[in-house]
C-alpha cells in the first residue's frame, strides 16, 4: 500500500510563507492499493494536483468522501479524470439519509457557482450510498470498514484493509464531544486497535479550548492518548489548524515523540505534509507493517 497526501489542511486552503513545509491545500489523500486500484480520500483542493497525475491512466477511480463540507469537496470540479470521456469514477458516502453530502459535490457546478454542469461531464460520475465494503471487496479484494464521525451534520471514518495492511482514516473528528456522541472514546480505540497507519484530525490545541469545543475537532492531545491507547503502527496528525504554521507543527511533532517515548508507546508520530508519501509493506515476523517515509517531514 502507497499512501500519498495532497492535502492536509482543514477548513479552508492557506498560502503564505508560514505554510510552506507543510502544504496549505484542504483534505485529500491518494492510496494506491496492492492491485493498482486508486483509491482517493476526499475531494478538497488538493485533489487537482493528483488528477493531473491520474489522469494519465485510464483505471477506475474510487473516491471516498467522509462528508460534504466544503474543505472535502471543494477540489472536485478542479480533478481533471472527471473531464475524461468513459472515465469510471465512482464516489461513495455510506449515510444514506443524507444525500445532501453528496449533493454538496455536484451541486457546486450548476452552471452558476461553477461553469459546468455535473451533468455535462464526459467521464461516468457513479454516485453509491452505500455498499462500498462488498463492492471493493469483490472487485479488488479490499475490505472498508465505516464508523460514524463526532462532527456537525454527521460524517463516516474509513478503515481500509488491504492484503492484511490496514489504514483509518479519521477526520474531522471530535474525540469528546459535548452532548451525544456518534462513537464514544472506547468504540474508537476499539476500532482503530492496531491499525499500521491512523491517520486522525489533529486540529486543535488547548489553547482553542473552550471556545471551539464542539466544533467537530480534536485536540493534538487527545489524538495522541488514542494513538497510544488503541497501539497503532504511526499515528498521523491531519487536517492542520490553517492558522498553525510550519514552525508550531514543527514543535506539536517533537512533544509528540517524547510523549509516545516517555510512555513507551509502539506508536511512532508523523506529521503530514503535502507530497509526503508512505510506503507500507508487511514486516515477514509479524507485527506492524514497516512504514517508510518517503518526501514531507517526519521523526
Ligand atoms: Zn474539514
Ligand atoms: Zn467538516
Not at 491507547?229 to 508550531?248: I, N, T, Y
Not at 512504514?291 to 517531514?297: D, I, L, M, R, S
Request: aromatic content about 8%; charged content about 20%.
Amino acid at each position: 500500500m502507497k499512501i500519498t497526501f495532497y492535502g492536509v489542511r482543514g477548513s479552508i486552503p492557506v498560502s503564505g510563507l508560514q505554510t510552506v513545509k507543510y502544504g496549505g491545500n484542504t483534505s485529500c489523500v491518494h492510496i494506491e492499493l496492492e492491485s493498482g486500484h486508486d483509491l482517493v480520500l476526499d475531494a478538497g483542493t488538493g485533489i487537482r494536483a493528483l488528477g493531473k497525475r491520474l489522469v494519465h491512466k485510464s483505471t477506475p477511480v474510487s473516491i471516498l468522501l467522509s462528508h460534504g463540507h466544503w474543505d472535502h469537496v471543494q477540489g472536485y470540479p478542479f480533478f481533471a479524470p472527471i473531464y475524461q470521456p468513459g472515465r469510471d469514477i465512482n464516489v461513495y458516502i455510506h449515510v444514506e439519509s443524507q444525500h445532501r453530502m453528496l449533493c454538496s459535490l455536484f451541486e457546486q457546478m450548476d452552471g452558476s457557482n461553477f461553469p459546468i454542469r455535473a451533468e455535462e461531464l464526459p467521464s461516468n460520475g457513479v454516485c453509491k450510498f452505500k455498499g462500498v465494503e462488498s463492492e471493493l471487496y469483490e472487485r479488488e479484494g479490499v475490505r472498508v470498514i465505516r464508523q460514524a464521525l463526532n462532527h456537525p451534520g454527521g460524517g463516516v471514518a474509513y478503515k481500509i484493509v488491504d492484503n492484511g495492511i490496514t489504514c483509518a482514516y479519521v477526520t474531522d473528528n471530535e474525540l469528546h464531544p459535548p452532548g451525544n456522541e456518534a462513537s464514544t472514546y472506547d468504540q474508537w480505540v476499539e476500532y482503530l486497535h492496531g491499525v499500521d497507519v491512523l491517520i486522525h484530525d489533529a486540529q486543535y490545541t488547548e489553547d482553542d479550548m473552550p471556545h471551539k469545543h464542539g466544533w467537530g475537532h480534536s485536540l493534538i492531545s487527545q489524538v495522541r492518548q488514542l494513538a497510544t491507547d488503541a497501539e497503532v503502527g504511526a499515528l498521523v496528525m491531519f487536517h492542520h489548524d490553517p492558522d498553525r504554521s510550519d514552525s508550531e507543527l514543527d514543535e506539536i511533532q517533537i512533544e509528540n515523540q517524547k510523549y509516545l517515548k516517555s510512555h513507551r508507546a509502539p506508536t511512532r508520530s508523523i506529521c503530514a505534509a503535502e507530497g509526503m508519501e508512505l510506503h507500507l509493506t508487511r514486516s515477514i515476523l509479524g507485527g506492524s507493517a514497516r512504514v517508510e517515509v518517503k518526501g514531507g517531514w517526519a521523526d
